[in-house]
């Protein structure tokens, strides 16, 4: 099935549940939309809103790019971590307009507490790094000139350096609880991740007289609280 251009289908936007939806409603609501259901309770992947003309779409986080890029959502919400991912891959392929400030955390650097990470790093020894966050994970290494072996993980990245399978991890931190649960300290950040509106750039050309409102509306109400 191709992606419905057709002028009167209603917008759909992309996004993933848990922090980034319960971030996002007060953005709708600024734009005048209410969602009545929530993904949790009902389960449904495509979930109604006030307006008639505006659907949302329910999708793993790391999968918001790909639905937008194909066109299968006009628009979408998705972390700076997830977008830096997926650019690697697909460069050049959204229109990224607006950082909404929501969700926000860090990307960083943790190893146990008996680890010297600076002095592995003075000595130019090679670290081995697990993380879901693989390019920026290697750009940072490299900026900083140290040597890296990727461990690519999908998850509970914490275990890796309890078990020996690296020295460090590369993941997000927001209060640092799973860390210290953990015996683990962030020792350096990498920079701060917040989520940002994606759009489909041929959406934005062919819907853009209904897409622009919207827009508009989101950047006032994520600059007004920012
Ligand atoms: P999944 O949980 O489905 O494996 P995920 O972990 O990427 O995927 P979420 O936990 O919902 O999905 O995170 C979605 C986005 O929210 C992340 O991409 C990131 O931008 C942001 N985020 C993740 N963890 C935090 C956090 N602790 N505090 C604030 N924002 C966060
Ligand atoms: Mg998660």
Do not use: W
Not at 76 to 95: C, F, K, M, N, S
Not at 123 to 143: I, N
Not at 145 to 169: H, N, T, W
């Amino acid at each position: 099935m191709s992606p419905d251009f057709t002028p009167d289908a209603p917008l759909t936007l992309a996004l993933s549940k848990g922090r980034i939806f319960e971030d996002t409603l007060p953005l709708l609501e600024a734009a005048g939309v209410h969602v009545t259901e929530s993904p949790d309770s009902s389960r449904k992947l495509i979930l109604p809103t006030s307006d008639p003309g505006l659907r949302l779409l329910i999708v793993r986080a790391s999968d918001v790019p790909t639905y937008v890029q194909y066109g299968a959502a006009d628009f979408g919400i998705a972390g700076r971590d997830v977008l830096i991912e997926h650019t690697a891959q697909h460069p050049g392929g959204l229109y990224q307009p607006i950082d909404l400030n929501i969700a926000r955390c860090k990307l960083s650097v943790a190893c146990r507490a008996d680890f010297d990470y600076a002095g592995a790093v003075y000595q130019g020894a090679r670290l081995r790094v697990a993380t879901k966050y693989v390019q920026a994970a290697r750009e940072h290494f490299a900026a900083k000139g140290v040597f890296v072996d990727i461990i690519k993980l999908y998850g509970s990245m914490e275990l890796a350096p309890l078990v020996g399978l690296s020295d460090v991890i590369v993941d997000l931190v927001s209060t640092g609880g799973t860390l210290r649960a953990n015996n683990l300290v962030a020792v350096e950040d990498i920079m701060p991740i917040s989520s940002r509106l994606i759009v489909n750039r041929a959406a934005l050309k062919t819907r853009g007289a209904r897409l622009q409102p919207l827009l508009d509306a989101f950047e006032r109400a994520s600059t007004a609280d920012a």
